[in-house]
């Protein structure tokens, strides 16, 4: 399995922005399909985002689409989500997972083998 880190997390004021990076030692990207999850305290895991690397091919939740954004970075070999427009209800433990390339993503975690340990996101003024 891989070991993956994700990093970016913090407070940040509603209708601020953060980015948060996923890697991990030793990957090649297009070899997975990278997913993002969020849980809130007392609330039961959430998908947001994935990304099927090899083919750009892209899905976002209702709850975040238009506001958050996936993208791959070369230079750090890392999937990143820009969150921007963030609001109080954003606020939760973000986690990127990995699993076998698929020509699509979902959100279901069965797709998913590694996961990372999460980042903490706090929405709030």
């Known amino acids: 399995q891989l070991q993956i880190v994700e990093s970016g997390g913090g407070l940040v004021q509603p209708g601020g922005s953060l980015r948060l990076s996923c890697t991990a030692s030793r990957w090649t990207l297009d070899s997975y399909t990278i997913g993002w999850f969020r849980q809130a305290p007392g609330k039961e895991r959430e998908a947001i985002s994935c990304i099927a690397v090899s083919r750009n091919w892209k899905n976002y939740a209702d709850s975040v689409k238009g506001r958050f954004t996936l993208s791959r970075d070369n230079a750090k070999n890392s999937i990143d989500l820009q969150m921007d427009n963030l609001r109080p209800e954003d606020t939760a433990v973000y986690y990127c997972?990995?699993?076998?390339?698929?020509?699509?993503?979902?959100?279901?975690?069965?797709?998913?083998?590694?996961w990372g340990q999460g980042t903490q996101v706090t929405v709030s003024s």
């Open positions: 997972a990995a699993g076998p390339p698929y020509s699509s993503c979902s959100g279901s975690p069965t797709q998913y083998d590694s």
